[in-house]
């Protein structure tokens, strides 16, 4: 699958086409992870160093994912992810089978859960100012999230939609999303689970997003 | 998939994520549970091939021999005292617990079936692991370090 789909250039403060696809194998993963993984960890250091609080700091910028590539086979997904002019901003991986809402008036019904979700560094406005530039693209983020609901809608989930948000990122899901905080789960690191229900996925896709 | 297409919607999206982060955590945890699971359970597996060739060449008994007492299949036996990597099954734990009347739970946890709490344990299990060698003959001392792998085990 492959779809045009537009972001939002900071630079010039107007629409940009991008590409939304479903082919990142393991192997562009990986690679992408060595292309964004220096930035994080330069502007981590700097945060550190300009004495930001440390819950800023991304929580896994020191994460190798090359040593974790045997297990990243053994699971053999596939990605979503976004490109725009000609480099990778967002990746997604979405989990179709096996999961159920956590919310007692949907309880056991099914759902599509994202089980990794990242922007490139060079979009995460607090990573690129403590290295003094300003974000590449907007909504890169959103458009992640859509292309899940609207999965989600195809699937006949009517939009259902779980993960567990990292402590940065709760903010977003629940406020600018709109998605609810069900609970800290302990088999995670006590991150949030959080959730669309279809009606709160249907007001995330706005008027012409067609959501029926 | 059709995607939205109304800028309106986009540039609302766009002012509202403003460039935050939107990390999500599942995987990453999974992974890392993955390897804090390899962590605690691989170093414990060479203590149990170990224990298990001791205790069958204590009773000078050949791994056909063995097998067939044990009530085990010989092909598993063979891969428990040769293959680094093999994972036992729960049924065969099992019944070499019974025959060599030891704890299965304990048992278990040194076959990297089970994830073993005890830190003295592993440390007892991997001290004992790291003394292999391969004679034809239990010495003196592997008669005494297999006395104190039961010790350990019963103790458990």
């Known amino acids: 699958m492959r779809v045009p789909v537009e972001l939002f250039d900071y630079a010039t403060k107007e629409p940009v086409e991008g590409e939304l696809f479903d082919e990142v194998t393991v192997e562009h993963f990986l690679e992408t992870q060595r292309d964004w993984r220096p930035a994080v960890i330069e502007a981590a250091k700097a945060m550190l160093k300009s004495g930001a609080p440390r819950v800023n700091v991304p929580r896994h910028f020191h994460w190798d994912w090359s040593t974790k590539e045997a297990d990243l086979r053994v699971l053999a997904f596939s990605f979503f992810g976004i490109t725009c002019r000609g480099k990778l901003q967002g990746i997604m991986k979405l989990e179709t089978a096996g999961r159920s809402s956590r919310l007692p008036e949907h309880k056991g019904k099914p759902l599509i859960y994202i089980d990794y979700l990242e922007t490139a560094p060079w979009n995460i406005k607090t990573l690129v100012e403590a290295l003094g530039k300003g974000p590449q693209f907007g909504a890169v983020g959103t458009r992640l999230i859509e292309a899940a609901v609207r999965r989600s809608l195809e699937e006949g989930f009517k939009g259902r939609l779980a993960l567990h948000s990292l402590s940065t990122s709760e903010q977003f899901y629940l406020e600018k999303c709109g998605m609810m905080g069900v609970g800290r789960d302990s088999a995670k690191q006590d991150l949030l689970w959080c959730e669309f229900t279809p009606e709160q996925a249907e007001i995330f896709l706005g008027e012409g997003g067609g959501a029926a | ?156």
């Open chain 2, 1 to 156: 998939m059709k995607m939205n297409t109304d800028k309106d919607w986009l540039s609302r999206r766009a002012e509202l994520e403003d460039g935050c982060f939107v990390s999500v955590g599942g995987l990453v945890e999974s992974l890392a549970e993955r390897e804090q699971t390899a962590t605690n359970v691989v170093p414990m597996k060479p203590a149990f091939v170990r224990f298990v060739q001791l205790a069958r060449r204590d009773r000078r008994l050949s791994l056909e021999d063995f097998a067939e007492k044990v009530d085990v299949d010989l092909a598993e036996l063979v891969k428990i005292e040769t293959e680094e990597h093999y994972k036992p099954t729960l049924r065969t734990v099992h019944m070499i617990a019974e025959f060599l009347k030891v704890p299965e739970k304990t048992l278990l946890a040194l076959a990297g079936l089970l994830q073993a709490k005890d830190p003295q344990f592993q440390k007892a299990a991997l001290k004992f692991a790291a003394r292999s060698a391969p004679v034809e003959k239990l010495s003196q001392q592997e008669h005494s370090d297999l006395e104190e792998i039961v010790r350990l085990l019963c103790e458990q």
